[in-house]
């Protein structure tokens, strides 16, 4: 279980990225997060696992504060926190393996890390990351030298790496095509039915919000605005999120 309490987020210069965000996602859900650009989806994902410290308000997780963690307790809950990004955060000159690997950092001593050095079974359970996601042929190839799409997979298998009980996906789909981006929900999908990972996902398309989320979280100027199902979203609910002046595509 999830629960976000009263969150609250003001960056430097006075900027309100979220304004009492209140809501609670039990385990196994696929959520999507939506809004204008703008809006809080980023800050609200980063919040979660502290990529960003909120200024109020707390994330409870699993009946933890996550907001209260001391720096090492909150690394040994983020090893069950994975991250997909939407610029996949990849290491370029890294091998595919290499940067799969990397989801085990929270696992490994620290000196074998940097000294590139993985327990053997590590090494095997990311071969088998990169099978379920389909590009196990590349995991000798750079990371730079893969497409969007594939690198988009590489990042999916590295939050596999950490047997994450969330992930939390900012926007993963939002710098590849329509096909591309089918592709990957499918995997985030396959990973929520089959592993019964609680997947929250920033999305800006609604068709993919309607194919994949059960449930839909909106923001508006970091307000919660809407929290309910795909279907749901009727057209004055859809001005509510996107603005009076928004036209439904489609």
Known sequence: MLQINDLVKIYDGGVLALDRVSFHVPKGQFVAVIGLSGSGKSTLLRCINRLVDPTSGAVIWNGVDVTALAEEDLRMVRRKIGMVFQHFNLVHRSSVLTNVLA??????????SLLNRFPKEDIQKAMRQL?????????SA???ELSGGQQQRVGIARALMQDPEMILADEPVASLDPVLAHSIMQYLELINKEDGVTVLC????????????????ALNEGQLVFDGLPAEIDDKKF???YGKDAERVG
């Open 142 to 144: 750079r990371a730079d």
């Open 103 to 112: 989801g085990r950092l929270g696992y490994v001593n620290p000196a074998w």
């Open 131 to 139: 099978e379920r996601v389909g590009i196990a042929d590349k995991a």
């Open 202 to 217: 920033s999305l800006h398309f609604l068709d993919l919000v309607h194919r994949y989320a059960e449930r839909v979280i």
């Open 239 to 241: 001005k509510d999120i």
